[in-house]
Nanobody
């Protein structure tokens, strides 16, 4: 089993920056892909970004390209989602997800492990 714990959420003004992190424990060496999803009130969970184990393969949703950057520290079993130029519409609970299969999938159904989520609120 793999456990994922997010941290770093909070309140930020529009145009500001925030980094959320995901720490993996347990059988984390099996975690080939780490993904981020978000869910705003009344909306479905949507894909934000994903990164492969090597860190060389990434996939970003169009609405975050150029603003969000993924990184991964394999030695520490952690991943980081750096968010810049935040907008009020980025307000959501951000979830870290993991899967043991290669490929930076945007489909939440293809992820086996999920964190509890961290709230990101962007004020206008």
């Amino acid at each position: 089993q793999v456990q994922l714990v997010e941290s770093g959420g909070g309140l930020v003004q529009a145009g500001g920056s925030l980094t959320v992190s995901c720490a993996a424990s347990g059988r984390a060496f099996n975690l080939y892909t780490m993904g981020w999803f978000r869910q705003a009130p009344g909306k479905e969970r949507e894909f934000v970004a994903a990164i492969a184990l090597s860190g060389h393969s990434t996939n970003y949703a169009n609405f975050v390209k150029g603003r969000f950057t993924l990184s991964r520290d394999i030695a520490k079993n952690t991943g980081h989602l750096q968010m810049k130029s935040l907008k009020p519409e980025d307000t959501a609970v951000y979830y870290c997800a993991g899967r043991r299969i290669w490929g930076t999938s945007a489909d939440p159904n293809e992820y086996e492990y999920w964190g509890q989520g961290t709230q990101v609120t962007v004020s206008s």
